[in-house]
Protein backbone atom coordinates (compact mmCIF):
# COMPACT_ATOMS: atom_id res chain seq x y z
CA UNK A 1 0.00 0.00 0.00
CA UNK A 2 0.99 3.30 -1.05
CA UNK A 3 2.16 5.86 2.01
CA UNK A 4 1.15 9.54 2.28
CA UNK A 5 2.85 11.48 -0.82
CA UNK A 6 3.55 14.71 -1.03
CA UNK A 7 4.93 17.07 -3.50
CA UNK A 8 6.87 18.75 -4.41
CA UNK A 9 9.99 17.77 -1.96
CA UNK A 10 11.30 21.00 -1.82
CA UNK A 11 11.14 24.27 -3.19
CA UNK A 12 12.09 27.95 -3.14
CA UNK A 13 10.36 30.85 -3.27
CA UNK A 14 10.68 34.59 -3.05
CA UNK A 15 9.14 37.38 -0.05
CA UNK A 16 5.80 38.03 -1.35
CA UNK A 17 5.16 34.85 -3.91
CA UNK A 18 2.73 32.35 -2.91
CA UNK A 19 3.36 28.43 -2.45
CA UNK A 20 0.94 25.32 -3.44
CA UNK A 21 1.31 22.34 -1.67
CA UNK A 22 0.07 18.91 -2.94
CA UNK A 23 -0.66 15.83 -0.38
CA UNK A 24 -2.14 12.43 -1.87
CA UNK A 25 -3.24 10.32 1.48
CA UNK A 26 -3.17 6.22 1.47
CA UNK A 27 -6.10 5.01 0.08
CA UNK A 28 -8.99 4.40 1.60
CA UNK A 29 -7.84 7.43 4.41
CA UNK A 30 -10.67 10.49 4.29
CA UNK A 31 -8.92 12.40 6.97
CA UNK A 32 -6.13 14.65 5.97
CA UNK A 33 -4.07 17.21 8.50
CA UNK A 34 -1.23 19.29 7.81
CA UNK A 35 1.61 20.68 10.25
CA UNK A 36 4.57 23.44 9.64
CA UNK A 37 7.91 21.66 11.65
CA UNK A 38 10.17 24.62 12.26
CA UNK A 39 13.22 24.19 14.45
CA UNK A 40 12.43 26.75 16.59
CA UNK A 41 8.53 25.76 16.96
CA UNK A 42 8.73 22.09 16.50
CA UNK A 43 5.35 20.73 14.59
CA UNK A 44 2.65 22.57 15.08
CA UNK A 45 -0.74 22.09 13.59
CA UNK A 46 -2.22 24.37 10.89
CA UNK A 47 -5.51 22.16 9.78
CA UNK A 48 -7.28 19.17 9.08
CA UNK A 49 -9.95 17.83 6.84
CA UNK A 50 -12.49 15.25 6.44
CA UNK A 51 -14.78 14.14 3.40
CA UNK A 52 -14.06 18.08 2.04
CA UNK A 53 -14.47 19.84 5.27
CA UNK A 54 -11.99 21.86 7.42
CA UNK A 55 -12.83 20.33 10.63
CA UNK A 56 -9.83 21.71 12.60
CA UNK A 57 -7.42 24.87 11.91
CA UNK A 58 -4.87 25.97 14.30
CA UNK A 59 -3.14 29.37 15.35
CA UNK A 60 -1.79 30.29 11.91
CA UNK A 61 -3.22 33.74 9.78
CA UNK A 62 -5.30 33.49 7.07
CA UNK A 63 -2.45 33.62 4.69
CA UNK A 64 -2.67 29.92 5.38
CA UNK A 65 -5.16 28.01 3.51
CA UNK A 66 -5.66 24.61 1.82
CA UNK A 67 -8.62 22.44 0.69
CA UNK A 68 -9.48 18.55 0.54
CA UNK A 69 -10.86 16.96 -3.00
CA UNK A 70 -13.31 14.75 -3.24
CA UNK A 71 -10.76 11.81 -3.56
CA UNK A 72 -9.12 13.12 -0.30
CA UNK A 73 -6.06 14.73 -1.71
CA UNK A 74 -5.24 17.80 -0.32
CA UNK A 75 -3.70 21.36 -0.91
CA UNK A 76 -2.40 23.67 1.26
CA UNK A 77 -1.41 27.54 -0.11
CA UNK A 78 0.60 30.41 1.59
CA UNK A 79 0.16 33.39 -0.06
CA UNK A 80 2.29 36.42 0.29
CA UNK A 81 4.97 34.42 1.84
CA UNK A 82 7.52 35.69 4.32
CA UNK A 83 10.78 34.63 5.46
CA UNK A 84 9.62 33.00 8.93
CA UNK A 85 7.16 30.61 6.44
CA UNK A 86 10.36 28.61 5.33
CA UNK A 87 9.74 25.35 7.21
CA UNK A 88 9.01 21.70 6.30
CA UNK A 89 5.58 20.81 5.74
CA UNK A 90 4.06 17.63 6.94
CA UNK A 91 1.20 16.14 5.61
CA UNK A 92 -0.34 13.07 7.50
CA UNK A 93 -3.46 10.96 6.55
CA UNK A 94 -5.66 8.84 9.26
CA UNK A 95 -8.29 6.05 9.00
CA UNK A 96 -10.33 8.12 11.13
CA UNK A 97 -14.00 6.99 9.42
CA UNK A 98 -15.99 10.23 10.96
CA UNK A 99 -17.45 7.82 13.94
CA UNK A 100 -14.33 6.41 15.24
CA UNK A 101 -11.23 7.86 15.73
CA UNK A 102 -8.16 5.52 15.49
CA UNK A 103 -5.49 7.98 16.55
CA UNK A 104 -2.70 7.07 14.80
CA UNK A 105 -0.92 9.33 11.80
CA UNK A 106 1.26 8.50 8.71
CA UNK A 107 3.34 11.38 7.99
CA UNK A 108 4.17 12.07 4.32
CA UNK A 109 8.18 13.09 3.42
CA UNK A 110 7.08 16.71 3.65
CA UNK A 111 7.77 19.82 2.11
CA UNK A 112 10.90 21.34 2.21
CA UNK A 113 10.08 25.09 1.65
CA UNK A 114 12.75 27.74 1.59
CA UNK A 115 11.45 31.72 1.70
CA UNK A 116 14.23 34.10 0.24
CA UNK B 1 -3.40 26.08 27.71
CA UNK B 2 -2.30 22.96 27.26
CA UNK B 3 1.53 22.39 27.47
CA UNK B 4 3.91 19.29 26.51
CA UNK B 5 7.56 19.39 27.82
CA UNK B 6 9.79 16.72 26.64
CA UNK B 7 13.93 16.80 27.48
CA UNK B 8 15.48 19.59 24.63
CA UNK B 9 18.61 17.61 25.17
CA UNK B 10 20.20 15.30 23.28
CA UNK B 11 20.04 11.55 25.00
CA UNK B 12 23.63 9.88 24.38
CA UNK B 13 23.85 5.96 25.26
CA UNK B 14 25.59 2.92 25.02
CA UNK B 15 24.90 0.48 22.59
CA UNK B 16 22.55 -2.37 24.57
CA UNK B 17 21.58 -0.37 27.03
CA UNK B 18 17.87 1.11 28.09
CA UNK B 19 17.09 4.20 26.65
CA UNK B 20 14.04 6.09 28.87
CA UNK B 21 12.59 9.25 27.68
CA UNK B 22 10.04 11.29 29.51
CA UNK B 23 7.15 13.57 28.29
CA UNK B 24 5.05 15.73 31.05
CA UNK B 25 2.03 17.30 30.25
CA UNK B 26 0.31 20.18 31.60
CA UNK B 27 -3.44 21.64 31.85
CA UNK B 28 -4.59 18.80 30.23
CA UNK B 29 -6.27 14.93 31.02
CA UNK B 30 -5.91 12.82 27.74
CA UNK B 31 -7.63 10.19 26.71
CA UNK B 32 -4.17 8.73 25.17
CA UNK B 33 -0.58 9.51 24.37
CA UNK B 34 1.37 8.86 21.52
CA UNK B 35 5.06 8.30 20.29
CA UNK B 36 6.67 9.11 16.96
CA UNK B 37 9.98 8.05 15.77
CA UNK B 38 11.63 11.00 13.23
CA UNK B 39 14.67 10.69 11.72
CA UNK B 40 16.64 13.70 9.70
CA UNK B 41 14.40 15.34 6.89
CA UNK B 42 11.92 12.69 7.08
CA UNK B 43 8.24 12.84 8.29
CA UNK B 44 7.10 11.47 11.73
CA UNK B 45 6.47 7.22 11.97
CA UNK B 46 3.92 6.40 14.28
CA UNK B 47 5.02 3.88 16.95
CA UNK B 48 2.81 3.41 20.01
CA UNK B 49 -0.63 4.61 21.67
CA UNK B 50 -1.59 4.30 24.88
CA UNK B 51 -5.03 4.78 26.60
CA UNK B 52 -5.94 6.61 29.13
CA UNK B 53 -7.10 3.36 31.23
CA UNK B 54 -3.76 1.65 29.97
CA UNK B 55 -0.59 2.04 32.37
CA UNK B 56 1.67 0.42 30.11
CA UNK B 57 2.49 -1.08 26.48
CA UNK B 58 4.47 -3.09 24.71
CA UNK B 59 5.41 -3.63 21.11
CA UNK B 60 9.10 -5.12 20.70
CA UNK B 61 11.86 -3.61 22.53
CA UNK B 62 9.82 -0.58 23.07
CA UNK B 63 7.53 0.13 25.90
CA UNK B 64 5.44 3.06 26.80
CA UNK B 65 4.11 3.89 30.68
CA UNK B 66 1.52 6.51 31.14
CA UNK B 67 1.08 8.06 34.79
CA UNK B 68 -1.86 10.32 34.68
CA UNK B 69 -1.73 11.07 38.09
CA UNK B 70 1.80 12.54 38.04
CA UNK B 71 0.69 13.21 33.83
CA UNK B 72 4.00 11.88 32.24
CA UNK B 73 4.81 8.88 29.78
CA UNK B 74 7.77 7.43 30.14
CA UNK B 75 9.29 5.99 26.70
CA UNK B 76 11.75 3.19 27.12
CA UNK B 77 13.59 1.34 24.24
CA UNK B 78 15.90 -1.98 25.29
CA UNK B 79 18.83 -3.54 23.93
CA UNK B 80 19.06 -0.32 22.51
CA UNK B 81 20.95 -0.20 19.01
CA UNK B 82 22.60 2.72 16.63
CA UNK B 83 19.88 1.84 14.77
CA UNK B 84 17.33 3.53 17.03
CA UNK B 85 19.24 6.93 17.33
CA UNK B 86 16.50 9.56 16.15
CA UNK B 87 14.28 11.90 17.58
CA UNK B 88 11.59 10.70 19.13
CA UNK B 89 8.10 12.48 19.51
CA UNK B 90 5.52 12.44 22.38
CA UNK B 91 1.99 13.93 21.35
CA UNK B 92 -1.77 14.70 22.54
CA UNK B 93 -4.66 15.30 20.78
CA UNK B 94 -5.79 18.29 21.66
CA UNK B 95 -9.24 19.13 23.65
CA UNK B 96 -12.22 18.60 21.39
CA UNK B 97 -9.65 15.81 19.69
CA UNK B 98 -9.85 14.37 15.98
CA UNK B 99 -6.66 14.19 14.11
CA UNK B 100 -5.20 17.42 15.84
CA UNK B 101 -2.49 16.78 18.05
CA UNK B 102 -0.39 18.76 19.85
CA UNK B 103 3.40 17.38 19.49
CA UNK B 104 6.30 18.01 22.12
CA UNK B 105 9.57 19.38 21.38
CA UNK B 106 11.29 16.06 20.66
CA UNK B 107 14.00 14.17 22.33
CA UNK B 108 16.79 13.44 20.18
CA UNK B 109 18.79 9.66 20.97
CA UNK B 110 21.59 8.62 20.07
CA UNK B 111 23.13 5.24 20.64
CA UNK B 112 27.11 4.78 20.59
CA UNK B 113 28.26 1.26 19.61
Known amino acids: KAGVTQTPRYLIKTRGQQVTLSCSPISGHRSVSWYQQTPGQGLQFLFEYFSETQRNKGNFPGRFSGRQFSNSRSEMNVSTLELGDSALYLC???????????????FGEGSRLTVL | SQKIEQNSEALNIQEGKTATLTCNYT??????LQWYRQDPGRGPVFLLL?????KEKRKERLKVTFDTTLKQSLFHITASQPADSATYLCALPFSGGYNKLIFGAGTRLAVHP
Open chain 1, 92 to 106: ASSRYTGTEYTGELF
Open chain 2, 27 to 32: NYSPAY
Open chain 2, 50 to 54: IRENE
